[in-house]
């Protein structure tokens, strides 16, 4: 009986301990951001719709946005559009998009067949843009508040759940056109 | 049968030969660093730090093409002078610690270090215990047991 104590409360802790950590466990797919509360990492890019003109993250901020990272290749973008679009529609806060290794003709001509749910996009043909916001895959999706902090940060595609219940609980009403 | 051994020989080099002058187009990554000790500290650290796409492989090893962008980003700072320490601070920055194969000391790292130590020391002091039992009973056991000895 003795002889069986210690290692039980050695052994006993120790399940409860890896209990804890697969149940506390986050989705293990996704990668907690450093970024969160931190601010969004600056650039100067072309955009899209013409090239002569430069998207400034600098001039972004002042309100809240939502920083979208997709290209023409990737199939999570081409599920999520729809929800882009509603997001365009629902007039809350606009979506910056972030072409990411991409064509440029290919990405414009993506947008005027599905229709074109940003503000303004920004072109990162080599992706330097896209490391210093720590992307590993498209779509990646960043909430940035006024003060150019992010905010929250979705991994993969948006859909209608993520934008209801993540991403608007998350911006005060106050922001919101209109009140 | 030597001899047909022997002429194989010459071939099998050539093959060899052949496979290592390959290796280096072969490679995932074609990067050459302009001094040996730059290549030195560029393999080091393509090989430290993670591929955040394919997560079990290193930067040194992934196809992908994120893969080869960080092995840019690596190489420009390295070029740039900038030290190994400031290379994986870059890239903790922007990917977190889970992009470090070996994972820094910090507090929350802590117990990962330690544990093994702590683990070791636990069983040399149950193993120093149990001896020292063992001991103990030794003496008494010195007088020999003659079985065949009918009481």
New interface residues.
């Given amino acids: 009986m003795n002889r069986f104590l210690l290692p039980m409360a050695v052994f006993v802790p120790l399940v409860a301990i890896l209990a804890i950590g697969i149940y506390h466990a986050p989705e293990k797919d996704i990668i907690a951001s450093p970024l969160l509360g931190k601010p969004a990492p600056d650039f100067s890019l072309p955009d899209l719709a013409d090239a002569a003109r430069t998207v400034h993250a600098a001039d972004l901020r002042g309100r809240w946005y939502l920083f979208n990272v997709w290209g023409t290749w990737c199939g999570g973008c081409r599920a999520e559009h729809e929800t882009l679009l509603e997001i365009r529609r629902a007039n809350v806060l606009p979506l910056v998009g972030l072409d990411w290794k991409d064509d440029d003709a290919q990405a414009r001509a993506w947008l005027t067949q599905l229709g074109n749910p940003y503000a303004v996009v920004a072109v990162d043909h080599a992706g330097r843009t896209a490391i210093d916001y720590g992307v590993y895959g498209a779509p990646e999706t960043f909430l940035i508040n006024p003060q150019g902090l992010v905010v929250y940060k979705v991994v993969g595609e948006v859909t209608h759940d993520v934008w209801t219940r993540e991403i608007l609980p998350r911006v005060p009403r106050a922001a919101f056109p209109g009140t | 049968m030597r001899r047909t051994r022997l002429l194989r020989l010459p071939g099998v080099l050539a093959v060899l030969a052949a496979l290592a002058l390959a290796r280096g187009a072969l490679a995932v990554d074609p990067t050459e660093m302009p001094t040996p000790e730059l290549e030195q500290r560029y393999l080091a650290l393509t090989h430290e730090l993670r591929c ?2 394919c997560q079990n492989e290193t930067l040194a090893d992934s196809p992908v ?2 893969a080869a ?2 092995r840019h ?1 690596i190489r420009d700072m390295l070029l740039a002078g900038k030290s190994d320490a400031e290379v994986r601070a870059f890239m ?7 992009i470090l194969f070996r994972p820094r000391f910090t507090a929350r790292t802590a117990w990962l270090w330690l544990a093994p130590g702590v683990l070791l020391l ?1 069983g040399a002091l149950v193993l120093g215990r149990v001896l020292r039992q063992r001991a103990a009973l030794l003496p008494q056991d010195l007088t020999p047991v003659d079985e065949d000895t009918p009481n």
């Fill in positions: 955040m796409q093409e994120l962008d960080l980003e903790v920055a922007r990917y977190g610690d889970f636990v």
